[in-house]
């Protein structure tokens, strides 16, 4: 069974940081694009971040609204994808998610083109 399971989620102080995992299992995503999503009530879910892996080269794509504060990395010998999250922002509240579509390196921005998701986990930036 294909599964990915986020964790790292919690509430923090503006300014904060916190580190999202997403532990996958039932195959083998190292040929896979992981990405980050986020999603607020009302709204869409949007990519927030997304990785492809080849040799040693990373295609990385950040959402304008995330530039500089977060990074994500991946390490496939233990088939998880990370999300570091700095100085955050009230507004990077929402449910964020991880996802993996097969085959880079594009970073689709589309949830209807990623085939695997997890279950999504609380981030609330709040004083």
């Known amino acids: 069974q294909v599964r990915l399971v986020e964790s790292g989620g919690g509430l923090v102080l503006p300014g904060g940081s916190l580190r999202l995992s997403c532990a996958a299992s039932g195959r083998t995503f190292s040929n896979d694009v992981m990405s980050w999503f986020r999603q607020d009530p009302g709204k869409e879910r949007e990519v927030v971040a997304g990785?492809?892996?080849?040799?040693?080269?990373?295609?990385?794509y950040y959402a304008d609204s995330v530039k500089g504060r977060f990074t994500i990395s991946r390490d496939n010998a233990v088939n998880t994808a990370y999300l570091q999250m700095n100085s955050l922002k009230p507004e990077d509240t929402a449910i964020y998610y991880c996802?993996?579509?097969?085959?880079?390196?594009?970073?689709?921005?589309?949830?209807?083109?990623?085939?695997?998701w997890g279950q999504g986990t609380q981030v609330t930036v709040s004083s």
């Open positions: 996802a993996a579509k097969t085959n880079g390196p594009l970073v689709p921005r589309t949830p209807g083109d990623y085939s695997y």
């Open positions: 990785i492809w892996s080849r040799s040693r080269t990373n295609y990385v």
